[in-house]
């Protein structure tokens, strides 16, 4: 099966910071990338989807400023955490889909977690 | 908008019985369906789904799900557990008409599996 890879896998950074978490479509073009984030003992919620050369579609409530998404190729995905603080501290998702129609089968990364300090 | 029920956030069975968990939905137009099974240190991973068509779809790994559009539920099964069935499961709805749920998974809020010997 496809697969999506995401790095890195874990990170511990300073409040203020900003930090970077990477999302590639190893074998197969990625139309449409998904950013999700879970919570201890929750459900992924969505934070934004963004479609190559298109800027992201945040979900209401998600902060465009401080989380900022970028898929510049068919094979990547960032997504930067600016100015971290605690509360920003969480489990990062992503997957992708190759294609734009919804019932095709999104394929997920592994997840990032990241703690703030 | 669209949301996702998952009755009992764990259940317990024995190896060889039956496995159930249950999935409702709310949506404004029957939605697409999927279950993904998440393994420790793993990303998600799609077990099965329903767009169109028979409403009884088989998935990977034994596991079964119906679609009843009377009673919103999307409920996975599986005749007989085994013990790497352990894990966690997430029914997610996709919206498929016009609107702000259009291509975007919303997720349950999971259902932990374990497996007795």
């Known amino acids: 099966g496809a697969v999506v890879s995401q790095h890195p896998s874990w990170v511990i950074c300073k409040s203020g910071t900003s930090v970077k978490i990477e999302c590639r479509s190893l074998d197969f073009q990625a139309t449409t990338m998904f950013w999700y984030r879970q919570f201890p003992k929750q459900s992924l919620m969505l934070m934004a989807t963004?479609?190559?050369?298109?800027?992201?579609?945040?979900e209401q409530g998600v902060e465009k400023d401080k989380f900022l998404i970028n898929h510049a190729s068919l094979t990547l995905s960032t997504l930067t955490v600016t100015s971290a603080h605690p509360e920003d501290s969480s489990f990062y998702i992503c997957?992708?889909?190759?294609?734009?129609?919804?019932?095709?089968?999104?394929?997920f990364g592994p997840g990032t977690r990241l703690t703030v300090l | 908008a669209q949301s996702v029920t998952q009755l009992g956030s764990h259940v317990s069975v024995s190896e060889g019985a039956l496995v159930l968990l249950r999935c409702n939905y709310s949506?404004?137009?029957?939605?697409?369906l999927f279950w993904y099974v998440q393994y420790p240190n793993q990303g998600l991973q799609l077990l099965l789904k329903y767009t169109t068509g028979a409403t009884l779809v088989k998935g990977i790994n034994g596991f079964e799900a119906e679609f009843k559009k009377s009673e919103t539920s999307f409920h996975l099964t599986k005749p007989s557990a085994h013990m790497s069935d352990a894990a966690e499961y997430f029914c997610a709805v996709s919206g498929v008409a016009g609107g702000t749920s259009y291509g975007k998974l919303t997720f349950g809020q999971g259902t932990i599996l374990t497996v007795h010997p």
């Open positions: 997957s992708a889909r190759g294609s734009r129609r919804p019932g095709d089968e999104q394929f």
């Open positions: 949506s404004s137009v029957p939605p697409y």
């Open positions: 963004s479609n190559e050369g298109s800027k992201a579609t945040y």
